[in-house]
């Protein structure tokens, strides 16, 4: 295993350690770090025989859900969560966070908004001081197909940069989100942002649907360390 696999194991396992117990509600996010958190989750469920409900965030999720065989639940049955334990692409030293590099950052933002207990597991490639320092990909914006185009100019003439269709790498044609829409990547030209305003600047735009600007949410993110050990992040 190399040392970023053990550093997302390690967060993985601490999360569900520690915010997981009997007859929880718990949100299931997306990406590479979660495979090792649904792993944990099974192996307590076997080991200690809890009684869990697993949210997904994406189709991922349920179908990681489905494979360890853990009881799958829906929103519309179960809107208040206990806990959410959810992946990043970056984290600045705020705890400001950019999530959605693979796609999924409006049932993402969806199901952390129905937990006071949204906890992040990234590997230590994740921790930033400043938002792009690393992921340059840029804040991923969800936008109504038909307002794709007049969405990007609004953007580019609002803050500035460039705001990039995403293109999908194994079909001709753009990205399409579980909800059927399209992502716009803004890569943001380096700046002193507040972020809560930037993110409010953008979703007031009409044709967007959300972004993956995740501000003032996460209580805590855990950091997984290539040793296996994990270095915490408390919100202030």
Same mark, same amino acid.
């Given at each position: 295993?190399?040392?970023?696999?053990?550093?997302?194991?390690?967060?993985?396992?601490?999360?569900? #350690?520690?915010?997981?117990?009997?007859?929880?509600?718990?949100?299931?996010?997306?990406?590479?770090?979660?495979?090792?958190?649904?792993?944990?989750?099974?192996?307590?469920?076997?080991?200690?025989?809890?009684?869990?409900?697993?949210?997904? /965030?994406?189709?991922?999720?349920?179908?990681?859900?489905?494979?360890?065989?853990?009881?799958?639940?829906?929103?519309?049955?179960?809107?208040?969560?206990?806990?959410?334990? #959810?992946?990043?692409? $970056?984290?600045?030293?705020?705890?400001?966070?950019?999530?959605?590099?693979?796609?999924?950052? /409006?049932? $993402?933002?969806?199901?952390?908004?129905?937990?006071?207990?949204?906890?992040?597991?990234?590997?230590? /490639?994740?921790?930033?001081?400043?938002?792009?320092?690393?992921?340059?990909?840029?804040?991923?914006? $969800?936008?109504?197909?038909?307002?794709?185009?007049?969405?990007?100019?609004?953007?580019?003439?609002?803050?500035?940069?460039?705001?990039?269709?995403?293109?999908?790498?194994?079909?001709?044609?753009?990205?399409?989100?579980?909800?059927?829409?399209?992502?716009? &990547?803004?890569?943001?030209?380096?700046?002193?942002?507040?972020?809560?305003?930037?993110?409010?600047?953008?979703?007031?735009?009409?044709?967007?649907?959300?972004?993956?600007?995740?501000?003032?949410?996460?209580?805590?993110?855990?950091?997984?360390?290539? #040793?296996?050990?994990?270095?915490?992040?408390?919100? &202030?």
């Amino acid at each position: 295993m190399g040392s970023l696999d053990i550093a997302k194991k390690a967060a993985a396992f601490k999360a569900v #350690d520690e915010y997981v117990k009997d007859n929880d509600i718990i949100g299931i996010g997306s990406g590479s770090t979660i495979i090792y958190a649904v792993e944990r989750l099974a192996e307590r469920v076997e080991k200690e025989h809890l009684r869990l409900v697993c949210v997904p /965030t994406s189709f991922q999720a349920k179908q990681l859900i489905r494979q360890y065989k853990l009881t799958l639940g829906e929103l519309d049955t179960h809107p208040e969560l206990n806990c959410v334990i #959810d992946g990043a692409d $970056e984290v600045d030293s705020n705890m400001n966070i950019i999530k959605g590099g693979g796609g999924c950052l /409006t049932q $993402e933002k969806i199901v952390a908004s129905c937990t006071e207990r949204l906890i992040i597991i990234a590997d230590y /490639t994740k921790k930033v001081s400043y938002l792009g320092e690393q992921y340059t990909k840029g804040v991923p914006v $969800e936008v109504i197909p038909l307002a794709w185009v007049p969405v990007r100019k609004k953007i580019e003439k609002l803050l500035g940069g460039q705001a990039d269709l995403r293109m999908a790498k194994m079909k001709a044609g753009p990205v399409i989100t579980d909800n059927g829409n399209f992502i716009l &990547d803004w890569k943001f030209p380096p700046s002193e942002y507040n972020w809560q305003e930037v993110n409010e600047k953008l979703t007031m735009i009409p044709g967007v649907v959300e972004t993956g600007l995740f501000v003032n949410m996460a209580i805590q993110v855990l950091y997984g360390l290539s #040793d296996g050990s994990v270095q915490r992040h408390i919100q &202030d």
